[in-house]
């Protein structure tokens, strides 16, 4: 216990704080309110796992729903064909990650040694896959209609849910931070910035990378598991481009390599989902809401390609390092 | 042998229909290591401007034109406002692409409505030629036509003349081009428009033998060119024409026999490539 406090930074309290508030909101807030922010919980932690690829390795996927929809699908359908047990949800968990992990290893092992563009490639095409695959396979996945289940008995209430979620962010959260802070992160770092050099270090590039992807898809896997539990409905859209669209903007908006960002990212992306559906009976243009996003999306990777924290940060640090100039120069 | 005929010939104009597409992808790629997730939006963008006008003027001729036309034009804007920005940033450009993609195909949407469109194939093109036994469609005899007048152009102008001189050197070494004083991001502008044209007359080929278009089936047909870039070796041309081929027939033939493996046995064979020739089958020398 001593060893956590003295290892707390001013941060990670600052973090704390924040979640300890959020886990006495539910007291206050309505039903509605209280879904949408269980739904922001389970899209940061999604948001989180892209953050790792993207963010701290430099690896783009442009099928990272695919884990998403693996984790959701894995749950549904144990729910659906045994009884809602949480022993069920237990084996399904279980499935989805290692299901997760298996497909990102592949994935990872085929195109990781390769170009940048391959394994974006590789993921567009395994993600068209598996929508196709849950599209065609019917007697399982009753296609795009989608179908409703029935989530364990303890599970069923919203403030349970919503306080799950939450505590699985936290989780998540300092467990990435700890992942991308320790040396392991640092060589991620490193990777990113560097391959060549990274390699003539003498590191093994392709498992750093492999084992990266492995985590994060995992950690999507796990997003896609609470995303059923809260929804508790699915349908095809969990293996879309909209939802790697959507993981891509939170991520980007927020800050890539920050952590936090993603999870402003996916604040913000989820309120304006929030927003626009509700502009829809205002002006049919708000129903193609996904050229805003695409527009947005551009305009941040020309402009603002770090992001809400990652900006803040650099005028940040910037401020601290001319103020540190000027006292050299006064000295 | 009518069964195999038709089944031939159906995935010989898939395959000369994703060639088109991936051919600007491949010479893109090669020139500046630029890959374009945009390509199907260009795609689509040929198919519905020249169904527009192939619905208003009823000639299927004015439609390819129309479609080239928007075809060059958009690959003007896509490299001037998208991708010149971040040149020289792989990771930016990757990113901005797909986005691009995404807009394209909304705007399709805003401009054109999201329902779906039926097309039908100009009346000199329907139909089809009875040979003994086997009957041979016409509009799929008349793509696989145009694909290998459109590769045989390509063929000559890039082993025959200068300009391809100079892309296919830039292809294998872009640095030393441009020290033997070429202006190299000139090229590639001209490059990326034929590129563009290419994609949007795959588009409206595509449309009266699909016979319906829909805003979606840029992303979705790209990803088999993505797959046949993978397959023929990123930057070689003639590798995408014989990967496209390959890719167009398994389609086809697993589309009648197990229609539900044929987007997976086209992965499947992306797999095989990339664990035992990761440089594609048509590797580019340099």
Redesign the interface.
Known sequence: MVLILRNMTKSNLIYLGIAALLLFLPMIITGSTKFMITQIFVFAIFAMSYDLL?GYT?I?S?GHAMFFGIGAYSTAIFMDHFDSSLIALFIAILVAVLFAALVSFIVGM??L??????Y???T???A??FL??AE??RWLTRGNDGFTIKAPEILRDSTTIYIISLISLVLIFFGLRRLTNSPFGRVLVAIRENEHRTESLGYNVLHYKVLVTVISGVVASLAGVLYILSLRFVNTGVFG?DLT?DV?LMT?IGGVGTLVGPIIGAALIELAHDWISGLANVHW?FE?W??L???V??LM??FF?LGIVGTIREKFSGRKKSKNNAKQKAS | MDLIASLTINGLATGMLIFLLAAGLTLI?GLM?V?N?AHGGLFIWGAYTGVWIYSMSESFFLAIITAIITGLVLGLITERL?IR??YGN???Q???T???M??L???I??VFGPDIKAVNAPAWLAGNFQVGEITLIKYRLFIIAVGLLVFFTIYLILKKTRIGLIVRAGVMNREMVQTLGINIRFVFMAVFMVGAALAALSGILHAPYSGSIYAEMG??FS?LA??V??IGG?GSFTGSLFAALLVGLAQAYMAYYFP?LS??VN?LI??VV??FR?QGLFKVKG
């Open positions: 993207l430099g783009i442009f085929l195109t040694r390769l170009k940048t563009h391959f974006a490639m590789l567009l095409a395994f068209g896959l196709v695959a065609k396979m481009t669209i891509l980007i243009i193609r996904l050229i996003y695409g527009i999306y551009i990777v020309i390609p | 790629f290591s890959l997730f998208i920005p971040v792989h990771i930016q990757i990113l901005i797909l986005g691009f995404i807009v195909q909304e705007l949407k805003v992303l979705e990803i993505f797959i870039v993978v990123m539900a987007l997976a992965m992306m797999v990339l664990v990761p």
